[in-house]
């Protein structure tokens, strides 16, 4: 299998990993403290990457580091909070499923990648498909809910730009603990004064803080970063709409929701967007299946060998 297509495959484990936290977070996690609960989800996560690591960050790493935190997962999460408090669930996801057009367009600046026009072509076909998929009307719109949904949006897409053109010579593990630390770190204090005391948990909540610290956070944000760094962002941010559509697909096969004829039509319009934002990858698997065809014993050989997949790079 070429690069680019396993590449491709590591980071899809992200949006999938993350589209299932909305079926977790509503049946296994308590609803009432959503800062701690994003605190409990990223702190054990940064620490249990860091063990893995064992790096600290060294000379300009340690303000990147709590840069790309504030960006990636403190403010950002701060943000979807007030943003949920304020909008309908499906207008709040079909705002932030905006961003793979931002994340293309940041890219030509700050990374130097240009957009290509099949990629800008996926991302209006994919984010058409979030916006059938879930989004429900305009009623009870707060232009608040909207700003804050927005500013989130944008959070998190310059901070995934800004890792990506930062930490190149940086471990991917070592990496995204470090964020995850101190993104954990912002939000500690307005959980506390906002939700006051940490709230007792059950077993079933630890069971689902469990899952979604080392699935739904370590693993996915290491996936995620891994593919920043081995493709191109504007693939990367397109990739990232298979979130909304695994959390509806989970909330209807595990959850009994509802999956009427918009929500599958919705969810085939974002899967060819992402095929068709992807010429590189497509092109890639074809000749990886056509050399496989010509030459069947040496498909099997090194492609999967080398360096590890999360964190190939030399640690600092």
């Not at 207008?91 to 030509?108: F, G, N, Q």
């Not at 979030?130 to 719109?141: E, H, R, Y």
């Not at 059950?202 to 693993?219: K, L, M, S, W």
């Amino acid at each position: 299998m070429e690069a680019t297509v396993r590449w491709g495959l590591v980071t899809a484990i992200a949006p999938v990993a993350w589209g299932t936290t909305y079926f977790v977070t509503r049946h296994f996690l308590p609803a009432d403290y959503p800062l701690y609960g994003a605190f409990l989800r990223a702190f054990p996560a940064g620490l249990l990457l860091l063990l893995i690591g064992r790096s600290l960050p060294r000379g300009s790493w340690w303000w990147k580091a709590a840069v790309l935190g504030a960006l990636n997962f403190g403010s950002f999460f701060v943000l979807v909070y007030v943003a949920a408090q304020l909008l309908p669930s499906s207008l709040a996801a079909t705002l932030m499923a905006t961003s793979p057009v931002v994340m293309l367009i940041l890219a030509w600046p700050l990374l130097r990648e240009r957009p290509q026009w099949l990629s800008l072509l996926g991302a209006a076909v994919g984010v058409g498909g979030v916006c059938i998929m879930l989004f429900s009307g305009g009623a009870g719109i707060s232009p608040l809910g909207v700003a804050a949904s927005v500013a989130a949006m944008l959070s998190s897409s310059v901070g995934f730009i800004l890792t990506k053109r930062w930490g190149p010579n940086v471990g991917i593990v070592s990496l995204t603990a470090w964020q995850l630390i101190a993104g954990s770190m912002l939000i500690l204090p307005i959980a506390v004064l906002t939700e006051g005391a940490l709230p007792p948990l059950d077993r079933t909540e630890v069971a689902g803080f469990t899952y979604v610290t080392v699935v739904a956070t370590a693993i996915a944000f290491a996936a995620w970063f891994a593919g920043l760094r081995h493709l191109r962002a504007g693939s990367v941010a397109l990739i990232g709409l298979l979130n909304p559509v695994t959390g509806v697909a989970l909330g209807a096969v595990a959850g009994g929701e509802p999956l009427g004829p918009k929500q599958i039509f919705g969810a085939a319009l974002v899967i060819g967007g992402i095929v068709i934002g992807q010429p590189g990858m497509l092109r890639a698997a074809t000749l990886a299946g056509i050399r496989k065809r010509r030459h069947p014993t040496l498909a099997g050989g090194s492609a999967i060998g080398g360096p590890s997949v999360l964190d190939g790079d030399p640690r600092p």
